[in-house]
């Protein structure tokens, strides 16, 4: 059985992106969702003094196998700032140098959503360009604004579910 993993980019323990990311997830059939939260994978700061003393964190590296063991990867990222979570940011600091090939070509449905209208487009952007560097293979990728308004165990607004569908039959069609 396919094995798809699923977070999202965020430390919150009240995360509407990782409700986000894992009701995706389980809206494919006949797959394994293996559910990843951030808190569990908290690593110092990245720094090359810190990996070059204590070489990789545990954590960061059972993160990595997870990324490792997956066929696909459902990923739904907070924005703070404009820009990634510092949670996120950290494990992302901390795998790529683990690996160059962080996502190992794995396809990804990037999702990202946020309380209010521009529903994290802004670091989904950044996610898009960037995440092609570090072995990224983004199928598809969904913004869904104003959280509160337009979800409710799952997508509510039949024009955004629509759009969601689409970028999630590109993504089953990937695994």
């Not at 090359?48 to 459902?74: C, Q, R, S």
């Not at 795998?95 to 794995?106: F, G, Y």
């Amino acid at each position: 059985m396919k094995k798809i993993v699923a977070f999202g980019a965020s430390s919150s323990k009240q995360s509407t992106n990782q409700q986000l990311a894992v009701w995706a997830a389980n809206q494919v059939s006949d797959v394994e969702v293996k559910e990843l939260n951030l808190n569990d994978f908290e690593a110092p700061i990245y720094s090359i003094d810190k990996e070059t003393e204590n070489g990789f964190p545990e954590e960061i590296v059972k993160f990595k196998e997870e990324v490792n063991n997956a066929d696909g990867l459902v990923i739904s990222l907070a924005e703070h700032n404009g820009n990634f979570t510092a949670a996120f940011k950290n494990i992302y600091d901390w795998i790529s140098r683990v690996d160059r090939s962080v996502w190992n070509d794995v396809p990804m449905l990037l999702l990202a959503s946020s309380p209010g209208p521009g529903g994290g487009s802004g670091v989904l952007a950044i996610a898009s360009r960037g995440f092609g560097y570090a072995g990224g293979n983004i199928v598809g990728s969904f913004s869904l604004p104003s959280f509160m308004k337009n979800f409710s165990e799952g997508i509510n607004d039949s024009e955004l579910l629509a759009e969601f569908n689409k970028q999630l039959d590109q993504f089953k069609n990937s695994i």
